[in-house]
Structures are given as structure tokens and as C-alpha cells.
């Protein structure tokens, strides 16, 4: 699956369960996540969709790695069902 038709069919199951959804575009900062997903607790995460056989580039890796080490979760996704099973772990999680 392309990675852009797998993050609109991730962004249509979250909005259809109750997540709030942004992409997430930095102008002056390339390599951060695709899309921003807020849950119905108000927890926030990360995504970044990869398409089966993508590699994250170097500065994305570096952006998740920097995520991370202040408390975010960022998940790279490379397909569907992986996908509706974080999503659904995370529907209600509180921080």
C-alpha cells in the first residue's frame, strides 16, 4: 500500500472512533512525523506512515529519537492492522 493511501485510511478509522487528527508540517524542519493524533483523554502521539518497504531518512530518525527522549510516543507505521491495533490500545489512555 502507498504510504499516502495508508495514512488516509489510518486518518479515517481515527476520526471515525473519536481521535482528533493533524498533519503535521514544520516548514523550517524536515523529518518530523506525519500526522499528530490526540485521543479522547487528551493524550498525544505521533505517526509517521512508511509504505511496506520504506527506510525512515536520517533526519527523521533523528527527529523520532529527539521525540522521544522528551516523553512523546511516536509510532512508524507500515501497514493497516498495526495501525487499528495502537489506535484502539490508545483510544482511552491517560497520560
Given at each position: 500500500?502507498?504510504?499516502?493511501?495508508?495514512?488516509?485510511?489510518?486518518?479515517?478509522?481515527?476520526?471515525?472512533?473519536?481521535?482528533?487528527?493533524?498533519?503535521?508540517?514544520?516548514?523550517?524542519s524536515?523529518?518530523?512525523?506525519?500526522?499528530?493524533?490526540i485521543?479522547?483523554?487528551?493524550?498525544?502521539?505521533?505517526?509517521?506512515?512508511?509504505?511496506?518497504r520504506?527506510?525512515?531518512?536520517?533526519?527523521?530518525?533523528?527527529?523520532?529519537?529527539?521525540?522521544?527522549?522528551?516523553?512523546?510516543?511516536?509510532?512508524?507505521?507500515?501497514?493497516?492492522?498495526?495501525?487499528?491495533?495502537?489506535?484502539?490500545?490508545?483510544?482511552?489512555?491517560?497520560?
Amino acid at each position: 500500500m502507498l504510504e499516502k493511501t495508508l495514512e488516509k485510511k489510518v486518518k479515517d478509522y481515527a476520526q471515525k472512533i473519536g481521535y482528533l487528527t493533524f498533519k503535521f508540517t514544520s516548514p523550517s524542519s524536515n523529518g518530523v512525523p506525519d500526522r499528530i493524533f490526540i485521543n479522547k483523554s487528551g493524550y498525544l502521539f505521533f505517526i509517521e506512515f512508511k509504505s511496506s518497504r520504506g527506510k525512515l531518512s536520517r533526519i527523521q530518525t533523528i527527529n523520532i529519537e529527539n521525540l522521544r527522549n522528551r516523553g512523546l510516543r511516536v509510532y512508524i507505521i507500515k501497514n493497516y492492522i498495526d495501525a487499528v491495533s495502537i489506535l484502539e490500545d490508545l483510544l482511552y489512555f491517560k497520560c
